[in-house]
């Protein structure tokens, strides 16, 4: 426990020098703690040293861990890609949904599972690197998808979200970030309703000093906290 309580008291403490280089207030940037391959044990002891908001990347593995974890007021996030075919457990299970990518997939989501007056809150996902590996929509297509899914009545876009390429050297992702911050301007600039672009989730554990410097909003951290994965 002790090791973990440190770990997420550093990240906080990256996370505030980064605000400090840009002035930007610590408050506006959001952790979220990927708890992939995480034991649920030791994602109670991360809630424990304090941390609220969580990440997975699997819908098969939320469901399987949940049950253990279902008496903490976590919030969810799911931030790996979603097949429509899972969209309707995805929507129980997940209080944000941050790779939203297709239309397909938006019309799933916004018919399955959703009551009366829900709105879930999701982001697009944008493949900036143009990688065949990587799931998102490429950049030229989300100004096209966020006015369909302005139209879906269950789903609030909020934002935009990314994976860039990697890099050993994080200043090298720098360029990504700041093509989704303007990104998100251009589709702001559009007035859609049920469409604001107030959030960016960018950042993980080697890079979020340089995402926050560019605007992050929300940093998906998993190793710097909860150490390498097996
Ligand atoms: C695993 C993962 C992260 C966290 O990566 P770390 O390098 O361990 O911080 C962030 N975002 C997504 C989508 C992931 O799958």
Redesign the pocket.
């Given at each position: 426990m002790g090791d973990l309580a440190d770990r997420v008291a550093k990240v906080h403490e990256r996370i505030s020098a980064a605000c400090r280089r840009v002035g930007r207030r610590p408050e506006d940037v959001k952790l979220i703690a990927?708890s992939?391959t995480v034991p649920p044990e030791r994602i109670r002891q991360a809630y424990e040293a304090g941390l609220r908001d969580f990440?997975e990347?699997r819908v098969q593995e939320a469901e399987a861990k949940r049950p253990a974890l279902s008496d903490l007021a976590v919030t969810w996030h799911l931030?790996?890609h979603l097949q429509t075919n899972k969209a309707k457990p995805a929507r129980d299970l997940f209080h944000w949904i941050h790779s939203v990518d297709s239309q397909r997939l938006a019309e799933k989501l916004d018919k399955v599972g959703a009551r009366p007056g829900d709105r879930l809150p999701v982001l697009l996902e944008v493949n900036l690197g143009e990688e065949a590996a990587k799931s998102g929509a490429r950049q030229d297509e989300v100004p096209r998808l966020a006015e369909a899914l302005s139209r879906l009545e269950t789903l609030e876009v909020r934002g935009l979200m990314v994976?860039p390429p990697f890099f050993d050297d994080a200043e090298r992702t720098r360029p990504y970030f700041r093509r989704l911050r303007e990104l998100a301007g251009d589709v702001a600039a559009k007035n859609l309703p049920g469409v604001s672009m107030q959030e960016l989730s960018m950042g993980?554990?080697?890079d979020f000093e340089v995402a926050i410097e560019e605007g992050a909003t929300m940093v998906?951290?998993?190793?710097?906290i909860f150490g390498p994965?097996s």
């Open positions: 990927i992939k990440g990347n931030v790996g994976m993980m554990s080697h998906r951290v998993g190793t710097a994965r």
